[in-house]
């Protein structure tokens, strides 16, 4: 079980109010994912729907094109691309295995950074961004940080790096977050890389144990959640 890191001041001290200057830092953090988000939407509308568009512009790297995937995976999410659809150009443009492992490093990348700006950003912060809807998660993480990180990367029910910023603003230990989303992503990395590569061949009996896989996965997921002793709906 994770350890909990209580948030706030501790007990008969006040919690004094953040500098101008970090709030300042705070609001631009924001406005350049949001202004990101926004521009890629309106500019790059396609790499937030199809995975064939980002392997065409990653292969137009040459021999740096596992390069260049690593770190669009690493910040891609921060600004709304789908991990799932940067995990499927993974396995389209290198294949199954390499696609696997490119995927894993960059997803590994961009978690750990977007934990960062989580915690950096603080817990008041990342509610007012990602919703109050998930403030109950947040207090599971809380206490259950390792096993309800872990079910949440296996069951994608909260968006890659929604979960990465409300694991930052929590007291999960960074460990018990890294490990949990390091073992948690493996699954569902090879099977969308599978997937990927498959989509060479959508009729072919690959592509359809491919998104078998990936419903067994989810189901087994699942199965877990009902049987587990710890609470783990979000």
Not at 58 to 77: E, F, K, N, T
Not at 91 to 98: D, I, K, Q, V
Request: contains cysteine.
């Amino acid at each position: 079980m994770a350890a909990v890191i209580p948030i706030g001041s501790p007990a008969g001290k006040p919690r004094g109010k953040s500098p101008l200057w970090l709030n300042v830092l705070k609001a631009l953090i924001v406005l350049l994912l949001v202004g990101g988000s926004i521009w890629l939407l309106f500019t790059h509308a396609e790499y937030f729907k199809d995975p064939k568009q980002i392997k065409v512009e990653v292969l137009h790297a040459g021999m740096w094109a596992p390069l260049v995937y690593v770190l669009l995976y690493a910040v891609g999410p921060s600004f709304l691309v789908p991990g799932a659809v940067m995990t499927i150009a993974g396995g389209l443009a290198f294949g199954t295995w390499w696609g696997s492992l490119y995927s894993l490093i960059g997803a590994d990348i961009g978690a750990v950074v977007a934990f960062g700006a989580g915690r950096f950003l603080g817990k008041a912060f990342v509610q007012r961004i990602v919703g109050e809807r998930f403030h109950k998660t947040m207090n599971r993480i809380a206490k259950n940080g390792f096993v309800i990180t872990l079910y949440l990367r296996i069951v994608p029910v909260i968006p890659y790096n929604a979960l990465n910023l409300l694991a930052g603003a929590s007291p999960i230990r960074f460990r018990d977050y890294f490990w949990a989303s390091m073992i948690g992503m493996v699954p569902g990395t090879i099977l969308f890389a599978f997937l990927g590569d498959a989509l060479w061949h959508p009729l072919s009996l690959r592509f359809v144990v491919a998104v078998l896989l990936i419903a067994a996965s989810v189901g087994c997921g699942e199965i877990w959640r009902r049987w587990s002793a710890i609470k783990l709906d979000v």
